[in-house]
Each structure stands twice: as structure tokens, then as C-alpha cells.
């Protein structure tokens, strides 16, 4: 099994900037694709964003191209989404996920683990 904490979420004034940080126990996520979801009231979970377990392929929503990073540091377990230029359509609920083994994954049925989430809330 796989567990996966998130931290960093938060208030933020629109144009400020927040750090995500998801970390696994459990077992090791070095070979993993790892996504960032997001859902806000109403509506569905989107993937925001997704790496490779080698970091080298990276993917972004149209919405957050240019204003997030994602990266990951197998060493420690964690991946991370850096989020700047915040605007208030950014906020919502946001997890992290990982399939149950190592493929591309662009949907929320292509991954079967779940962070409990944290709630980030732009301010405008």
C-alpha cells in the first residue's frame, strides 16, 4: 500500500505564490508517474499536472502552463507543485496521486492512490 501526505496549502492573495508538497510512505514511488489534481465545489477532478518517474516528461493543464512547476525528489519520496501568479479561479482542493504501477497518466482513472488533499484559496 501507499500513503500520501500533502502539505503546503493555504490563503493567498491573488499574484502570490504557494509550494505543494506530497510525500509517500509505504513504498517507494521512485518508478511512479505522479499527478497533481484539483477540485473545486462543484465541479470535477482535472489534473493540473504530471511528471515521470525520471522527471524528464512533464505534463501541464492549458490553464496553469507557465504559472506551475511541477518536480519531484525521488530521494526523499516527494513530489512538488510550485504555483505562482495565483488567480482566484486557482482555488480548490488539491491532491496528489500515483497509479499502482509505472505508466503515463493523464486521467483520474489511471491512478489509484490518494493524498487526503489541501484546500488552497486565492484571494482576490
Known amino acids: 500500500q501507499v500513503q500520501l501526505v500533502e502539505s503546503g496549502g493555504g490563503l493567498v492573495q491573488a499574484g502570490g505564490s504557494l509550494r505543494l508538497s506530497c510525500t509517500a510512505s509505504g513504498r517507494t514511488l521512485r518508478s511512479y508517474t505522479m499527478g497533481w489534481f484539483r477540485q473545486a465545489p462543484g465541479k470535477e477532478r482535472d489534473l493540473v499536472a504530471a511528471?515521470?518517474?525520471?522527471?524528464?516528461?512533464?505534463y501541464y493543464a492549458n490553464s496553469v502552463k507557465g504559472r506551475f512547476t511541477i518536480s519531484r525528489d525521488n530521494a526523499k519520496n516527494t513530489v512538488y507543485l510550485q504555483m505562482n501568479s495565483l488567480k482566484p479561479e486557482d482555488t480548490a482542493v488539491y491532491y496528489c496521486a500515483a497509479p499502482s504501477y509505472d505508466r503515463w497518466a493523464l486521467t483520474p482513472d489511471d491512478y489509484d492512490y490518494w493524498g487526503q488533499g489541501t484546500q488552497v484559496t486565492v484571494s482576490s
Open positions: 511528471i515521470m518517474w525520471s522527471g524528464g516528461s512533464t
